[in-house]
């Protein structure tokens, strides 16, 4: 097994759960470069297609919920092992499908595994990360997500043209499995038990609490403060979905492209995300760092993200030249993704001791979303053979997102206890480590 030996025992650890965003995404986007093949030989329409799509959806949306509750009860040692296991051969399964209904139940597998997956990372994250360091560890990790929706379509497009898409489907799944390994052989739920650690990183991490002085989720009042962040991400949700299913299929059809070249430019859109979350997690710790105000720090980037990314969807309905669409979709691609890191930085921000099941809710609406919006987008396309009547819907949450941010109140701490209420989180707690 290799050894990461140039870092420190936190940077090693924020490495891996990177790969591990990385190879989700992989895992879950890499249909949407292998759909034309798959169409052709499987005989699918574009709403069946778009039911497969959903259909990860789905039990992802719900086990953002109860993924995120385990891992804030069993780890995220055990949960990831569990869930990997569990996506790792689902990917391989897709591989194997004969029809649109094999199709379709690979899918839901697939999303069972991955439901849990990013709140039980936010849950380890929130152990092994200094609170003001929470934006750029999101950041970086969403940035890996973002690079893996960057590298599959020309990897997928390789490997199917050498191989086929089947096995452009098993080989991934093997490199998941390999994830899995590594991760279950390398990470500690607590900082403390690791033997890599040092004293110097343990004095900047949160102090856990210690199974038997963890108190249970208060579902209901938990759920009433995460649902403007839940709407908000919603709104996002519904316009990433959109890139991730349909941007290879989009320049395929609506510009007559090759496997190939469609695979480039889309490629190119997602590079953009990889830039987005970087900066929109460096943006934001910056913010909280030099004015102490974690509204301001998390709530002004998104804001300023969904607004963007309006100002250069806008131009798809308008234009039909292929460099400048590309050019206004890597544009919106990467104010869109300037809002990932602030956002998914919230949870820990208003209920850190809750914060597997927390990010469960807000990711909830992403999830939601993609139940929604896929075959929203493929009944619409199979109705009027237009590419970009899609476009309109994002336009309009792109709007409401920038207005519901508003709402989140992440320097509000959430507190277990009903009383006595607790005053809005000020300058000194926000950026302290053990907050």
Known sequence: ??????????????????????????????????????????????????????????????????????????????????????????????????????????????????????????????????????????GITHAAARLGNALTPPIIALLIVALSWRDSFWIIGVISFAWVGLWFWYFRDDPRAHKHITEEELSVLPKMKIASERKAVPWGRLLKRMMPVTATDFCYGWTLWLFLNWIPSYFLHEYHLDIKKSAIFASGVFFAGVVGDTVGGMVSDHILRRTGSVSKAR????????????????????????????????????FAE?????????????????????????????????????????????????????????????????????FMRPDDMFVDDVEPARPAVNASVAVRPSA
Not at 60 to 66: K, L, S
Not at 70 to 76: E, F, I, Q
Not at 316 to 334: E, K, N, P
Request: hydrophobic fraction near 60%; charge should be neutral.
């Open 338 to 406: 300037l809002i990932v890191a602030p956002i998914w930085a919230v949870p820990m921000d208003i209920a850190p001791q809750h914060s597997g099941t927390a990010s469960g809710f807000m990711n909830f609406g992403f999830g939601l979303a993609g139940m929604i919006s896929p075959v929203v987008f493929g009944a619409v396309i199979d109705a009027t053979g237009r590419w970009d009547l899609p476009f309109i819907a994002s336009l309009g949450l792109l709007l409401l997102g920038a207005v519901l941010a508003l």
């Open 1 to 138: 097994m290799l050894r990461l030996v140039r870092f420190k025992a936190t940077d090693r650890v924020l490495l891996i759960i990177c790969l591990m965003y990385l190879v989700t995404y992989i895992d879950r986007v890499n249909i949407g470069t292998a759909a034309p093949a798959m169409q052709k030989e499987l005989g699918l329409t574009n709403f069946e297609l778009g039911l497969a799509f959903s259909a990860f959806a789905y039990p992802y949306a719900f086990f953002q919920i109860a993924g995120g509750w385990l891992g804030d009860r069993l780890g995220p040692r055990k949960t990831l092992l569990i869930c990997g296991a569990i996506w790792s051969a689902a990917t391989v399964a897709i591989g194997f499908v004969e029809g649109a209904m094999s199709l379709i139940v690979a899918r839901f597998i697939l999303g069972i595994g991955e439901g849990s997956a990013f709140p039980t990372a936010t849950r380890a994250l929130a152990n092994w990360m200094p609170a003001d360091k929470r934006g750029f560890a999101q």
């Open 299 to 334: 709530v002004s980037v998104i804001v300023v993200g969904f607004l963007g990314a309006f100002a250069f969807m806008l131009p798809v309905l308008f234009v039909h030249d292929l460099v400048t669409i590309a050019l206004c979709l890597s544009g919106a691609f990467f």
